[in-house]
Structures are given as structure tokens and as C-alpha cells.
């Protein structure tokens, strides 16, 4: 999942709520809500965008029930939220064990992890290996995490630019 697909999606929202009455709070809780699932998927926090995407959808049931847009305004956003939590449910099943916690420097720990077990696994792995794994983030997030493997002496990086291959370092 892009970050633009996501962007796409919440300017989605904020095209469609502009038909809302002027000061309607709902307009704003639909909007703020949105960019808290935006926010949370960049991140990674899947248990919160889980969370804000159920809230996202009830606001969107209440919307509808108003009459201020088309019933097929919200079909459309409905249908792309629940793409937005499939993939996520999808990425949770996928990372056996990955628990997600309020602290930037656990999860990133638990990546790490899980990059050195892909690593064991397949040898030697590319930055584009890895967006499999963890298709919500960037490459220069993974490439990060490998500097930081780098510098902890736990891989090594053969080749450079587009065929930079990285593997577990030998430990003697």
C-alpha cells in the first residue's frame, strides 16, 4: 500500500465532505479521523488504524443516514477503507507474533528482528526483497534499518546502488 493511494483516498474524503453543511462537526470528525488513519498507517501502528477505520466507517453510516451526498460517495470510501484493513489484517497475519506497542523503538527492534530472520532465510536479500514484507514502508525506512544492522556489525553490504545485496554478518 502506497502513500499515495492513501493520500488519494483521505483527499477522497475531504472532496466528499465538503458538501456537509458549513460548521457540521461530523465534516471535521470524518476529516481528523482520516488523517489519524493516515497517520497511523505511515507509522505502522495497525492495531490503532484497525481501530480508527471501524470509528471512520460508523461516522460514515451517519453520514448517509443525512442525506447530504450520494449513497455512492460513501459505498466508494466504505470499499476503500476496507481494502486500507485487509491489507493491514493481511501484514498482521503474515508477521507471526509482531506486536504492536506505543514505542517507535520497540517496533523498530521487532523489524530488525524480522529482517534478520528473512535474512537467514534467503542468504542474501535487496531493499525490494524486503517491501514484500513490509509493503507500508518506504525503501529509505529499509534502508535505514540496514544501516543500523550495519553499524550494530549484525550484516554486510556487498555491491552498491541498485545492486547493493546485504547478508548476516559472519560472526567468528
Do not use: C
Amino acid at each position: 500500500m502506497e502513500k499515495e493511494y492513501l493520500i488519494k483516498i483521505t483527499l477522497a474524503l475531504y472532496r466528499v465532505t465538503e458538501f456537509f453543511p458549513k460548521k457540521e462537526p461530523l465534516k471535521f470528525f470524518l476529516r481528523e479521523k482520516s488523517n489519524q488513519i493516515l497517520n497511523n498507517v505511515i507509522l505502522f501502528f495497525p492495531d490503532k488504524v484497525l481501530k480508527d477505520i471501524n470509528i471512520l466507517q460508523t461516522y460514515f453510516e451517519i453520514a448517509e443516514k443525512q442525506n447530504w451526498v450520494k449513497r455512492e460517495n460513501f459505498l466508494v470510501l466504505k470499499k476503500e477503507y476496507d481494502k486500507i484493513k485487509e491489507e493491514i489484517l493481511k501484514i498482521q497475519s503474515a508477521s507471526e507474533g509482531f506486536k504492536t506497542v506505543d514505542s517507535n523503538e520497540k517496533i523498530i527492534k521487532q523489524r530488525h528482528k524480522k529482517i534478520l530472520k528473512f535474512l537467514q532465510e534467503k542468504k542474501q536479500v535487496q531493499v525490494k526483497d524486503l517491501k514484500e514484507i513490509f509493503p507500508l514502508l518506504t525503501k529509505r525506512t529499509l534502508r535505514r534499518d540496514f544501516d543500523y544492522l550495519l553499524k550494530a556489525g549484525l550484516v554486510k553490504r556487498i555491491g552498491q546502488a541498485n545492486g547493493t545485496l546485504y547478508q548476516l554478518e559472519q560472526i567468528q
